[in-house]
């Protein structure tokens, strides 16, 4: 098991950029496939960026590609999603989530949640 607290969130302005940190307890948190979800107001959740146990592999949603990256540190227990050039559209709670079975970014996969962290960007 493994309990996930996402911070880093804020308001900034369209083009600007915001880290988002996830601290992961446990001592089981390098067999867990890692990932970023979002949800904005009425809205459904949608996978942003995920990695693979060990890091050498990701995977982005469009919307995000080229300027999200996400990134992990196992021997710190922690998960980051670095946002650049941000956009309105990028506005929603974003959430990370563990799994030990990759689903890529579709959410089914993952058993552990944090509680999420809003992100607004003005235009």
């Known amino acids: 098991q493994v309990h996930l607290v996402e911070s880093g969130g804020g308001s900034v302005q369209a083009g600007g950029s915001l880290r988002l940190s996830c601290a992961a307890s446990g001592n089981t948190y390098s067999a867990y496939y890692m990932g970023w979800f979002r949800q904005a107001p009425g809205k459904e959740r949608e996978g942003v960026a995920t990695i693979s146990t060990g890091g050498d592999t990701t995977y982005y949603a469009d919307s995000v590609k080229g300027r999200f990256t996400i990134s992990r540190d196992n021997a710190k227990n922690m998960l980051y999603l670095q946002m650049d050039s941000l956009k309105p559209e990028d506005t929603a709670m974003y959430y990370c989530?563990?799994?030990?079975?990759?689903?890529?970014?579709?959410?089914?996969?993952?058993?552990?949640w944090g509680q999420g962290t809003q992100v607004t960007v003005s235009s």
């Open positions: 989530a563990g799994g030990r079975w990759w689903t890529i970014l579709d959410s089914r996969g993952y058993s552990y």
